[in-house]
């Protein structure tokens, strides 16, 4: 077990969507529980190993989901890409630039 970083979004049915999650949005949590105080650190991005995608009952903190609908779904999903934009891996700004496409899975 160990802190993760987490990015919520909301989908729309039938409809295709183009989302984005900047790193420096993503919440550190513990078993779905903010984490905070020290143990709260930005985001480094070249410590990123793996992902998921998860539909979870609950949001943060014990919160419901108020999207959340019980039973089978479907979220097709045509391609993950990461791209350098305005945050740098540890949360510091840099100018605004183009997004560059950098890794596509």
């Not at 539909?55 to 097709?76: C, I, Q, T, V, W």
């Amino acid at each position: 077990d160990a802190v993760a970083y987490a990015s919520a979004f909301d989908t729309k049915d039938g409809e295709w969507q183009e989302i984005d999650l900047p790193f420096k949005d993503f919440i550190p949590v513990f078993r779905a529980k903010t984490v905070t105080g020290d143990e709260a650190k930005p985001l480094n991005t070249k410590n990123i190993v793996s992902m998921q995608v998860m539909l979870s009952k609950f949001e943060y903190d014990g919160a419901l989901n108020p999207s959340f609908r019980a039973g089978e779904f479907e979220l097709p999903i045509a391609g993950l890409r990461t791209y350098r934009g305005s945050a740098r891996a540890g949360g510091e700004e840099e100018e605004e630039e183009e997004e560059e496409e950098v890794t596509t899975y």
